[in-house]
Structures are given as structure tokens and as C-alpha cells.
């Protein structure tokens, strides 16, 4: 049976591109590791225009895995990151 519970962690990135926890809860409670990998994935991704201007860039980001799901998004300046069981919904059959 896949656990249901939703785990969240909220990321913060310095200037030299570390991170610090300021909070964190469930699955995600102290993930050092993981908060500092995925600040780097975020990084990254805010380096990749997603339009002609190229002022703008991602909104979110999904990581899928075959159990769970990060999902992952920016606002004022801070790594908001949500672990979720992973649910495909079945093709729809015509």
C-alpha cells in the first residue's frame, strides 16, 4: 500500500548558491542533501528562457519518480518544495 502523506520543505538559496532549511516536515524533515541538490536543479532551470524575450522562465518544476513526486516552485526568493505520491491516471481508451 503507497503512503498517502504529503511532505513539504522550504528551501532558501545564499549568494554562493548553497541552501539553508528554513523549514521542513514529513519525508522531507532535515534533507540537507536533497534541498541542496535540487537548489542547483533550480538554478539551472532559471537559467533556460521558456520565451522569445527571454525574461521569462519556469513556473514550476515536476520530478516523477515511479512512487512520488517533488513539485517544486519560486517565490520571493525562496525554494518551496512538495513531496507527493505519484498517481499516473490510466490512458483514455476511445
Not at 532549511?21 to 514529513?26: A, E, K, L, N, R
Not at 512512487?67 to 498517481?87: A, D, E, G, L, W
Request: net charge positive; with cysteine; charged share 20%.
Amino acid at each position: 500500500m503507497m503512503k498517502t502523506s504529503t511532505s513539504g520543505c522550504l528551501l532558501s538559496g545564499d549568494h554562493n548558491g548553497k541552501c539553508a532549511v528554513i523549514s521542513s516536515g514529513g519525508d522531507l524533515q532535515n534533507a540537507e542533501a536533497l534541498a541542496d541538490r535540487l537548489t542547483k536543479l533550480v538554478y539551472t532551470a532559471s537559467r533556460i528562457p521558456v520565451s522569445p524575450d527571454r525574461r521569462e522562465t519556469f513556473h514550476k518544476i515536476s520530478v516523477i519518480w515511479e512512487q512520488f513526486m517533488y513539485v517544486i516552485t519560486v517565490s520571493n526568493h525562496r525554494i518551496y518544495v512538495c513531496k507527493r505520491p505519484y498517481n499516473p491516471q490510466d490512458p483514455a481508451v476511445a
